[in-house]
């Protein structure tokens, strides 16, 4: 559903807000201008005149404004209608107000004829400025509460136009919701078929490495265990991290999986220290690949930017207490600038949203990068 007019797809979404702007504005500069009401002031005493209508165009402009894009939003599509209708009795008592002491100033400049109250037939009185004028006199500034035609001319001269523009404001906003829920479906198939394909590829992978492990397991026995370990990452990539959290036995065996195929890769250029604890209570869980990234900054930054013998030395210690990490590796003679930059950057965004109790420690000296990390026992059931 392409609506042209309403998209103008042609211009930018600042210049588009921009241009209803300034429609709305000059729209209302118009309808105000050329209100008999108003126009009649102008014609009869001039520059005063023009001075009133441009104080009843800013008023009315506040109106739509304030109405349309805060007291609307914030209680009427909330459903919030005690608020609602508080603000609405105060902005419209507020307007009063102004309307009155803007009459006042008025009268004081040009002089209103005096009218006798019952000399001009009901039908006409609301047209007739200085009669409502010396009516509004007779009320005082709240005179809006004990007579109904106050109350109603109030509506006429001031709540007018911006109803009828906050009219079409909410037609044209109902229209831009239905194009945008149209295209958020769109973009929800769209994800949903990237999401299937992303499921099939992997899939096909994890099978051709399976393939090729049976080729290579006589023939050449290293290649094929390479392969087997491939081949278990992504599988508990694929079929073991589904759940929010995952038997934190699993994960420890990921990442000896992981530096298994790190140390087939790096040879003997890499001395590596692992302490990792042969077994852990399947009531202990933690959320999958939160420690993995870790590991991967301490082989790219430790070993593969250098070609001298590098080291590093990995613990993970869980007791009563809970989790504890302490990871470090060696740094090459001219380190890459920002070392475990973005990936460090995602890791504490997670621990700050699912482990708001954790604490890490980072060390980065000239020769050496550690990482210190501990997540509290209830954290990590």
């Given at each position: 559903?392409?609506?042209?007019?309403?998209?103008?797809?042609?211009?930018?979404?600042?210049?588009?807000?921009?241009?209803?702007?300034?429609?709305?504005?000059?729209?209302?500069?118009?309808?105000?201008?050329?209100?008999?009401?108003?126009?009649?002031?102008?014609?009869?005493?001039?520059?005063?005149?023009?001075?009133?209508?441009?104080?009843?165009?800013?008023?009315?402009?506040?109106?739509?404004?304030?109405?349309?894009?805060?007291?609307?939003?914030?209680?009427?599509?909330?459903?919030?209608?005690?608020?609602?209708?508080?603000?609405?009795?105060?902005?419209?008592?507020?307007?009063?107000?102004?309307?009155?002491?803007?009459?006042?100033?008025?009268?004081?400049?040009?002089?209103?004829?005096?009218?006798?109250?019952?000399?001009?037939?009901?039908?006409?009185?609301?047209?007739?400025?200085?009669?409502?004028?010396?009516?509004?006199?007779?009320?005082?500034?709240?005179g809006l509460f004990t007579n109904v035609s106050l109350?109603?001319?109030?509506?006429?001269?001031?709540?007018?136009?911006?109803?009828?523009?906050?009219?079409?404001?909410?037609?044209?906003?109902?229209?831009?919701?239905?194009?945008?829920?149209?295209?958020?479906?769109?973009?929800?198939?769209?994800?949903?078929?990237?999401?299937?394909?992303?499921?099939?590829?992997?899939?096909?992978?994890?099978?051709?490495?399976?393939?090729?492990?049976?080729?290579t397991e006589e023939d050449c026995p290293p290649a094929?265990?390479?392969?087997?370990?491939?081949?278990?990452?992504?599988?508990?990539?694929?079929?073991?991290?589904?759940?929010?959290?995952?038997?934190?036995?699993?994960?420890?065996?990921?990442?000896?999986?992981?530096?298994?195929?790190?140390?087939?890769?790096?040879?003997?250029?890499?001395?590596?220290?692992?302490?990792?604890?042969?077994?852990?209570?399947?009531?202990?869980?933690?959320?999958?690949?939160?420690?993995?990234?870790?590991?991967?900054?301490?082989?790219?930054?430790?070993?593969?930017?250098?070609?001298?013998?590098?080291?590093?030395?990995?613990?993970?210690?869980?007791?009563?207490?809970?989790?504890?990490?302490?990871?470090?590796?060696?740094?090459?003679?001219?380190?890459?600038?920002?070392?475990?930059?973005?990936?460090?950057?995602?890791?504490?965004?997670?621990?700050?949203?699912?482990?708001?109790?954790?604490?890490?420690?980072?060390?980065?000296?000239?020769?050496c990068y550690q990482v210190d990390l501990a997540l509290?026992?209830?954290?990590?059931?």
């Amino acid at each position: 559903m392409k609506l042209p007019l309403v998209q103008l797809p042609f211009l930018t979404g600042a210049a588009r807000r921009l241009l209803a702007h300034a429609i709305v504005i000059l729209a209302l500069y118009i309808l105000v201008s050329a209100d008999g009401l108003t126009a009649s002031l102008i014609y009869r005493y001039g520059d005063t005149g023009q001075w009133f209508m441009n104080g009843q165009f800013l008023l009315q402009l506040g109106i739509y404004y304030g109405w349309g894009y805060w007291l609307f939003p914030r209680f009427l599509y909330r459903f919030r209608p005690l608020p609602l209708l508080a603000l609405i009795l105060l902005t419209y008592t507020g307007v009063y107000l102004a309307n009155y002491a803007g009459f006042s100033w008025l009268h004081q400049t040009v002089g209103f004829p005096d009218h006798g109250l019952l000399s001009v037939p009901r039908a006409k009185s609301w047209s007739n400025l200085s009669l409502m004028w010396h009516r509004m006199e007779q009320h005082g500034p709240l005179g809006l509460f004990t007579n109904v035609s106050l109350f109603g001319w109030n509506f006429l001269l001031s709540f007018t136009y911006p109803a009828l523009l906050l009219a079409f404001k909410a037609l044209y906003d109902n229209m831009a919701s239905q194009i945008s829920n149209a295209q958020l479906k769109q973009q929800n198939m769209q994800l949903e078929l990237g999401y299937l394909k992303s499921q099939i590829n992997p899939h096909f992978l994890f099978n051709v490495l399976n393939s090729v492990y049976a080729l290579t397991e006589e023939d050449c026995p290293p290649a094929a265990q390479l392969v087997h370990q491939l081949s278990g990452l992504m599988q508990y990539t694929l079929y073991e991290t589904a759940e929010p959290t995952v038997p934190l036995q699993k994960e420890l065996q990921f990442i000896r999986d992981y530096i298994a195929l790190e140390k087939t890769r790096t040879g003997k250029r890499v001395d590596l220290q692992v302490c990792l604890p042969e077994t852990v209570n399947d009531s202990v869980h933690i959320v999958p690949f939160l420690l993995i990234p870790f590991v991967e900054n301490a082989f790219k930054h430790g070993v593969q930017r250098s070609a001298r013998k590098s080291w590093i030395k990995l613990a993970v210690v869980v007791d009563k207490a809970g989790l504890q990490l302490t990871i470090s590796n060696s740094k090459p003679v001219t380190p890459e600038a920002g070392i475990g930059g973005l990936g460090l950057v995602n890791v504490r965004k997670r621990l700050a949203l699912l482990y708001p109790g954790h604490v890490l420690q980072v060390v980065n000296e000239p020769d050496c990068y550690q990482v210190d990390l501990a997540l509290p026992f209830d954290a990590v059931r």
